[in-house]
């Protein structure tokens, strides 16, 4: 524990000096607010705004959150179909890598046009990026069983499904996790797009009208408040890997 | 009654005779060593035990039963640990029994005990010397619920005390808990101190060569080894496989 606080003493010390920095600059040379705000004008824009940001900020946590949730059961779910069945696998696993060479953001105006401005489409773009870090985490657990376990579980005669809910999953599970953290911050990104386009609530949409107005100090505030729900999501990612993936160090295929 | 019978039986791969008409027995409550150089076949044989392939030709029989293409009638020690990171010790060492059922946690504990792992019940592998992983995967094959223990050799990774250590712990288990087993080795002087009975295979294609029943006392003791009757019998076999090469 002394270790950890030793350990974040150094980058937290870090930002401090450069939030000092970015302060004694803006106020030395007279940087224009709406172009620069200040940190101290930041962090009491914060509180003020509070009342009515609020709102927002539990409106995209709560499209964060489903959308996070659905887009990582169907990416563990095609991925364990695709492991299954190794001929759809083949198939597919270029589509999916292809796929990703669609920007989100060109593909959302799409998704708008045809799904209109409610929250299906924007639970669709959440989906879209949180679905394929899991399903490429999860396929390379798995690919990656170690030989020497699964020479033993064959030998010890274990059926199929022994050896994919004793050795296959579990290995891969920390792999698997590696992948829901991307996908938790994606998720957070996703949802604010997904708001950019459209929304009667939420950080995109005060983002949007923040920027229109030239309330720079509002876009910051916004930024921020990002910053906390991905590390919010983060943490709460880490404690629960903390609790199912055991004796391995993270991602590590160390097996003896 | 036999408890493992090996009725000629042959493997080939492609062109390559790997086995060539094999036939031995392991007797109820039986240590038998199968010794032979690196690639004459040792691990195909085990293969076929554990119905992982099917042979050419023969019959492989448990309790006159055949058990060709069967998975699972035997338990395994393999020569890697392969003790599972994510599971204790404790966890680890009842696979093998909660692969055919549920496992016997009482035994399970007796055995912990007996291996002196008991302190590391609740560690993971990582945390374990080369010695004590080897106990513990050797404990996972004695808490399977089949009779036959196949052992692949299990100390050759180990350096030459531990390897000692090993053998007699080995020795002192199996005599309380008398499994048949079956012991792979390329070490002389392990099959000899270990076995009732050293099937010799030869190489390319594997062929038995000689069967010895050395007969030592047991319990045996750290001393046979220097022993004038040992001696005389490691140069024996040493001759034995040295012979026509």
Redesign the interface.
Known sequence: MGLSIKKSLAPFLFIIILLVIWELATRMLAIPTWLLPAPSLISKEMITSWPTFQQHFFATTQLAVIGFIIGVSFGLLLALMLHMFPRIRATIYPLLIMSQNIPIIVLAPLLVIWFGFGIFPKILVIILVCFFPIVIATLDGLAQTHH??M?????????KQ?IFF??EF??A?AAIFSGVKIAATYSVMGAVISEWLGANRGIGLYMTLAQSSFRTDRVFVAIVFIMLLCLCFFTIILAIEHLL????KKGSA??? | MSNLVIKQLSKSFGSKIVLDQLCFDVKLGEFVSILGPSGSGKSTLFHLIGGRYLPDQGDILIDNKSIVGQAGQMSYMPQSPSLFPWRTIRENIVLGAELKGKPDLALAEQMLKKAGLTEVADAYPSALSGGMKQRAAFIRALLSPQDLLCLDEPFSALDEFTRLDMQNWLLSIWQTYRKSVLFITHSIEEALYLSDRIVILSTNPARIKAVFEPKFERPRAPELLLTDDFLAWKRRVYQTIKADH
């Open positions: 020497e376990l020479h033993y579980m064959q030998m010890a005669g274990a059926s022994q004793k050795l579990p290995h599970l993936v055991k004796g391995t160390e097996y003896e």
